[in-house]
Structure formats: structure tokens, C-alpha cells
């Protein structure tokens, strides 16, 4: 078994924090040799290559890498030692850009979104563009890490926020086996806090979602089952409601690959998500209704092609030359972590995608 | 031949079997997915008895596939443990209730 470390990877420096050095692991060994498929050749036996944006729907920008955790399997490979944050300059680049876009969803990630100091500012601002779904991917403990973060339920409910957080599971073994001591604690009553100003309650219209994503090198079980595990176990054990459940499969980047290769399952995990690759998942990954704005303001396709430094192949790279319709006309850059998003019934932001 | 009686890569070779008689083998895998479905049982309750059965049977490739299959549903260590105690459980009752067959045996014997 490998020990959670308390470090991202670019404070231990490890090779891994450079992000050619993922993309290299990535390209080589069994997909050079041929024993797997590229995920550009798989797509391209159902005429799927290149991949095409579709309508935008989903504006996804990450506020900065910080965050109070250091979680097992981070592809943002976030923690506390993590300085990038977004300035309040590219906040107001990102507002200019939510006032005319003519996507539905604005969702607020990290890190620990709340941890940048102008996040309320940005959120109270964000929210009067009249977005249809604001969600903000809260990952609980910071409600309970300070006093400053304790009215967090009641600033969401007042701005009428989505949000989103990862649970991986109902049990706190396996909880602080991925996300370290205590996570589990703090994540049960950050919910009952969240439940109690009316977060996830049947019928209410503040959503509160889960996010499952598996402890090891095995690809998550089907979505709704698990939801339904996940709402009597936490409703029995701890009065707890939620409204749905998204399971989200570990993609091979970051510290997840690193847990990957130091747990010598990396090539049996590629070779399960290849063999679990789904042409119908591909149809609807997330990157085809999606832009994802780094704490810099650059633009990737999706939040793991930003964590891989893979800018969007456009004219438009930057939040500052926005430009929805020629963004919307460029090819998706993909590689073989891609497999990660096509697995099963895939997976997303938001859950499964078939 | 190899080896090894046993090598992890032959469990993806499996549904090979139909090669040779395709009209079993078929019967076989439609019967056995079809067991694994959602039913009075759940799915997890079935992958757990699975697992239980792996370690009774003494299968490396059941115990391979099972236990990854109940890891993706979900399932805990704990579980897992407890599952392969009630297979050992049966299986050492079974050994051992046989002792009375023997005792029986003793009595008309040697009574």
C-alpha cells in the first residue's frame, strides 16, 4: 500500500510536475509499442477523429491550485504549497466573458476555489449574469478548515450556488485513505451544515451533488447504483441527503499517475480503460461542450488538458481575445489520458456522459 | 506449455473457449452474465457471493476478477474479508460435520 504524501508533486519536484514528462509516459511503453491503441487511432475507426466541439455549454475556470488538501489522486496535483491563484484583473476578463456567453453552466473549481481571496467577490459578481446553473466544487473540509469559511452554506444558499463535492466514499476508511486524517469528519458535517440551510434536500432547489471517484486503479462502478448505496448509507449513518451522485473515473495524469506507477498498475489501468472504451461515451465527452480557463486566464479544452499545459488549438488562446465562435471552431487536442473520459458509461465533470 | 499452470493474461483469453464448441460456450456466457444481473439479488450481493465462492473454489482467476469487481462496486475490505469468512465457514463445516459420520461409524464399531 502506498502512504498519502502531504506534498504536491511540484514541491517534492518530482518529474511528474512537468508536464511533458506525463505526456512523454503517456505516448510511450505500451501505446508506442502497439500493444494498445492511441486513443487518436481508436476514435478514428468510428470516424470520430478529429474530435469537434459541439455547442458550448459549460464555462469551467479554476480559480488557483491551492487548496487545504493534498488528496491521493489529485489530477490538479493542488495542496496547500500550491501558489498559482487568479487575480481579480483575470476575474473581470472572466466576467466580460460570462455576461455574453451563450453557455448554461458557469462552474468555479481549484484547489479550494474558496481559498482565493476574492472568490466571494467573484461569486457575488458571477452570479448576477443570470447563469442558469452556477456551480462551485467545494470539497467540504474547507467549510470546516477556518471560522472565515464557516458561513460558506449560507453565502452559496444566497447566491443561489450549485454545488458540487467529491465523497468517494460512505465509509471514513476509505474517505481518508484518498483524501487523508480526518477528511471524513469534516466532509460528514460540512454536509449536515449544508443540509440543514436546505442543501440537497428532496425538492429543494438548492442542489447539493456528490462526486465518487474510486480509491485505487479501478475504474468506478455504474452511477446509479452507487447513488443509491451512497444516499442510504449516508442517510442511515448519518441523516445526511444529497440529490445525485456523479462517478468520475480516475484519469492517469498527475498524482494519480504517479500513485499509478509507483503501485506498478499503470499498464493494467490503461489496458482496463481501453478495454472499457466506449464509442457512445465519445459522442458526449465533456471536452466537446466545454471551455476550461486556467487561474492564468489561458483556455483548454477541458480542466485535464489545462493540468497537461495543453492550450486549446486556436487563434484564441487567452481569456483576454475571447472569441466564442472562432474558439468553437478548432480541433479538440487529445492524447491517451483521453481513454479516461471514454471508459464505460464515460465520464465528466458531470458524472457519466451516456 | 509454460511454466506456470496458472498466468494472469490467460483470464482475458476465456470467452476463447467458445472456439471449440461454440454452441456451449455461447449457452455458457449468455446464462452467466445473465446470473450476474440485477435480480432478488443486487449486483453487489451477487459480486460478494462471487468472491466468497472464488476463495472456496480456490481460483486465482475468479479471485482476480472478483476482487477488482467488488472494489468497483463499492464494496469495503471489511466486506470483502467477511464474505471469504462465511465461504471458509461453510467449508470447514462441511469438513467438519462429516465428523459425525465418523463418530456414527465409531459407535456401531466400537460402542
Redesign the interface.
Known sequence: MTKLKTQSLHKRESELAQTNRQLEILSNGIFKSGELPKFKDKIAETGQFPLRPKKLEILQINLGYMCNQVCEHCHVDAGPDRKEIMTRETMMQCLDVIKNTGAHTLDLTGGAPEMNPDFRWFVEEASKAGIADFIVRSNLTIIRANKKYYDLPDFFKKHNVHVVSSMPHWTRGKTDKQRGDGVFDKSIKALQELNAVGYGMPGSSLRLDLVYNPSGAFLPGDQATMEKDFKKALKEDFDIQFHNLFAITNLPIARFLDYLIASENYEDYMTSLVEAYNPAAVENVMCTNTISISWDGWLYDCDFNQMLELKVDSKVKHIKDYNEDLLNDRNIIISQHCYGCTAGAGSSCQGKVT | MNNNYYDPKDLKKFGDITQWSEELGTKFFDYYVKVFE?GAL???EKALIALAVAHTEQCPYCIDAYT?DT????V???EMMEAIHVGAAIKSGATLVHGVMMMNKVNKLDG
Open positions: 440485477e443486487t449486483a453487489r477488482k472494489l468497483q462496486r463499492g469495503t475490505k471489511e
